[in-house]
T-cell receptor
Framework: SQTIHQWPATLVQPVGSPLSLECTVE??????LYWYRQAAGRGLQLLFY??????ISSEVPQNLSASRPQDRQFILSSKKLLLSDSGFYLC??????????FGSGTRLTVV | DAKTTQPTSMDCAEGRAANLPCNHS???????VYWYRQIHSQGPQYIIH???NNETNEMASLIITEDRKSSTLILPHATLRDTAVYYC??????????????FGTGTSLTVIP
């Protein structure tokens, strides 16, 4: 079966510190992968998507970057976090016939 | 950008049917209607999707109007655990196209005991 793993579940980081969130997918090959962010009380905003290794598309300019070093690994990074980077970060992959499957999310608080 | 319009919030009595509307007047012929829900502090969960015909699964029913400009998600017997934000999304079929899902603000459904 296809599964998605995302960690950590929660993270508190100081302003100016780096960030690395990891997402891995099992049970499928060459998936389309996505990073979303949800600010408190807001909808989901698409940040990045990838259709293959090394292929990253950015939806909005921001302080974040994404990488896909392996087929089923998607990483969200920042060199220096801002307060505005706080939010709920979700990784997802596209599955056959039913749209997206989301990870359990990482709640990031920048202090 | 999201291509759908949904009411901001709705209430439903426990045990009754919850009918959540969605307008998607600019939907194109090969775009599907997807429904997801998000329980607080969790990732969105797939519910159902359809193209033209009405669909039913173990979670819900999806009624799509003949002109496909609107749809309704029906939870036949709402329970307290159905309290969540429900998102209606219009998109090409996601598999192998590289297209993206754009989420609006959804409908916050509260099931009342």
């Amino acid at each position: 079966s296809q599964t998605i793993h995302q960690w950590p579940a929660t993270l508190v980081q100081p302003v100016g510190s780096p960030l690395s969130l990891e997402c891995t997918v099992e049970g499928t090959s060459n998936p389309n992968l996505y990073w979303y962010r949800q600010a408190a009380g807001r909808g989901l905003q698409l940040l990045f998507y990838s259709v293959g290794i090394g292929q990253i598309s950015s939806e909005v300019p921001q302080n974040l970057s994404a990488s896909r070093p392996q087929d089923r690994q998607f990483i969200l990074s920042s060199k220096k976090l801002l307060l505005s980077d706080s939010g709920f970060y979700l990784c997802a992959f596209a599955g056959i016939g039913y749209g997206y499957t989301f990870g359990s999310g990482t709640r990031l608080t920048v202090v | 950008d999201a291509k759908t319009t949904q009411p901001t919030s709705m209430d439903c009595a426990e045990g009754r049917a919850a009918n959540l509307p969605c307008n998607h007047s600019t939907i194109s012929g090969n775009e599907y209607v997807y429904w997801y829900r998000q329980i607080h502090s969790q990732g969105p969960q797939y519910i159902i999707h359809g193209l033209k015909n009405n669909e039913t699964n173990e979670m819900a029913s999806l009624i799509i109007t003949e002109d496909r400009k609107s749809s309704t998600l029906i939870l036949p017997h709402a329970t307290l655990r159905d309290t969540a934000v429900y998102y209606c999304i219009v998109s090409l079929e996601s598999w192998n196209t590289g297209n993206q899902f754009y989420f609006g603000t959804g409908t916050s459904l509260t099931v009342i005991p």
